[in-house]
């Protein structure tokens, strides 16, 4: 319950500090006529929907499975990650369009201080809050948060760029008077549209590959393999591991090949101690066990994670 009152109260804080970020620019932005400041504008807007969907996700990702998703909600987070980057491509797509109106058709940028301000503003603002998201979004494993965090750091980013591109014509009137440096600005927002662009790639390839039920990370399978090495010597082997992600829920499936002599029960104690070990090392994991006795058949798949060495394996054949 701690994590997740953790988790809903820093998307709250996401979803407030947006909102105020979106007036803000937007009221400059067409105060002082810059398209840069005005994607940046829609920029926050974006991150401010990514923040209401990344608040209903995490608050529906822990239900407890139910009867009609026996495996949880935590796909759920997922979707809103995939949805996050969908916006987000639109976005850009309409940044660069006018951009592209603007770069051919320069207007005059009135009072570009005041976007300079703002933008500094909100580099400021966005880092912080992305660095509370990313380490509350790490703590508990929540791809939502985490994928929000990505949205504000890369509006600290393009905030910067957009601050630069003003502050150069800001620089440029006062130094050098008569020289026409209003292609920045449009030149500004289509850096910060191609920025936008490759985080939303980035998004929709971490947020996609769990919803194709994709294996856990190799370092994570790789200590689960370990893990069952160093089990008990009753465990002969393991094979078929199977392993899969949901949100921040983690599914491992295995068989596990234990001595032919142990009885039901303790077998079953030992896949109570191996799971137990799982779960405690990678924590909202399901584990699924399916226990088959050591004949001495070596089967292609049992050969991989056999544990016995060759002359006890030879022995058991012979």
Known sequence: ??????????????????????????????????VS?????IHSGVDLLAAVIALFAVKTSDKVADEEHPFGHGKIEN?????????????????IYEAAHKLLAPQ???????????????????????????????????????????????????????MLGLGLILAGERLLPGTNLLWLDPVAAIVVALMIVHAAWKLTVESGRDL????????????????????????????????????????????????????????????????RGIKEKLSGTTVTIHVEPCDGKCRPACIEGCLLAEDERAAMQG
């Open 1 to 34: 319950m701690d994590a997740q009152k953790r988790k809903t109260s820093v998307a709250w804080l996401s979803i407030i500090s947006n909102t105020s970020l979106v007036a803000g620019k937007l009221v400059v932005g067409l105060f002082i006529g810059s």
């Open 212 to 275: 194709l039920d994709a294996s856990l990370p190799a370092e994570e399978t790789a200590w689960i393999q370990e893990h069952l090495r160093a089990a008990d010597r009753s465990v002969r082997g393991f094979h078929h591991l199977r392993t899969r992600k949901s949100g921040s829920h983690r599914f491992v499936e295995f068989h596990l090949v234990v001595d032919k002599d142990l009885s039901v029960e303790a077998s079953h104690q030992l896949s109570d101690a191996v799971t």
């Open 79 to 95: 979707i809103s990650g995939t949805v996050e980057a969908v916006l987000i491509f639109f976005a850009a797509g309409w940044i």
């Open 108 to 162: 005059p940028i009135e009072a570009a201080g005041w976007g300079v301000g703002v933008m500094l503003v909100s580099s400021v603002m966005n880092m912080i809050v992305s660095h509370r998201l990313f380490t509350i979004g790490k703590e508990t494993d929540s791809i939502a948060l985490q994928a929000d965090a990505w949205h504000l750091r890369t509006d600290v980013y393009t905030s910067a760029g957009v």
């Open 37 to 41: 400041v005005i994607s940046e504008a």
